[in-house]
């Protein structure tokens, strides 16, 4: 299976053939629908217009679930088309993400212990006894300098074999990662930051796109 989301993650319709069907369940030759991974959630997609109701990672596959009475076969040539104003958030909200937790534990040297990245808002959760908004100022001054400076984000295999991914800013990191992203730091755009309590020793930082 190849997964053009890595290839291309700005492609948003796709031409292809389903080389298994198990029940609800096939497989694509390709795919351009990323399927939950690292705190990233799922594309909402369609494939010949029916939604794709879940996806499931095995090994190196993802089988794609559909409705009852969907009618496609193996063999069948289909149309997928994800929905894009959704791809882009995620892309530049997980993007944020990944900015923050390396400029966090950089600076700090706070453990993560928790990420989630939606549409609407990402977290990230780390071990620590200090209220996490006193380093506000000093996290979202690094942030902005990186975004400002319009950066190129690379991606590539660490592992082709075994589909092990990395994004790369030269001069700032190199940190394995298999989702979708952005190409450039201007892309992702500036952000805004709110702590949460999540427990004892936890501390919780949720970031949400300004525009």
């Not at 369609?46 to 990672?57: A, E, F, Q, R």
Request: hydrophobic letters at 40%; a neutral charge.
């Amino acid at each position: 299976m190849r997964k053009v989301f890595w290839d291309n993650p700005y492609q948003q319709e796709l031409h292809t053939t389903i080389t298994a069907v198990k029940g609800n369940q096939l497989l694509l030759a390709q795919t351009i629908v990323y399927s939950f991974s690292g705190g990233q959630e799922s594309d909402k997609a369609t494939i010949n217009g029916l939604p794709i109701i879940d996806s499931k990672k095995e090994g190196l596959l993802i089988y794609y679930t559909m409705p009852d009475g969907h009618g496609l076969k193996e063999g069948d040539e289909v149309v997928v088309m994800i929905d894009w104003v959704r791809r882009l958030k995620l892309m530049r909200l997980h993007f944020a993400a990944e900015l923050v937790l390396e400029i966090v534990t950089k600076r700090y040297q706070l453990e993560k212990v928790g990420a989630h990245i939606s549409e609407s808002k990402a977290r990230i959760d780390f071990k620590s006894t200090q209220n996490i908004k006193t380093y506000f100022d000093e996290i979202l001054s690094d942030y902005n300098a990186i975004i400002e400076r319009d950066l190129p984000i690379q991606t590539g295999f660490s592992d082709e074999t075994n589909q092990r991914r990395f994004w790369k800013i030269d001069g700032f990191a190199q940190v394995p990662c298999g989702g979708t992203h952005v190409k450039s730091t201007a892309e992702v755009g500036l952000v805004k930051l709110k702590r949460e309590l999540v427990g004892k020793g936890v501390e919780r930082i949720e970031i949400r796109l300004i525009n």
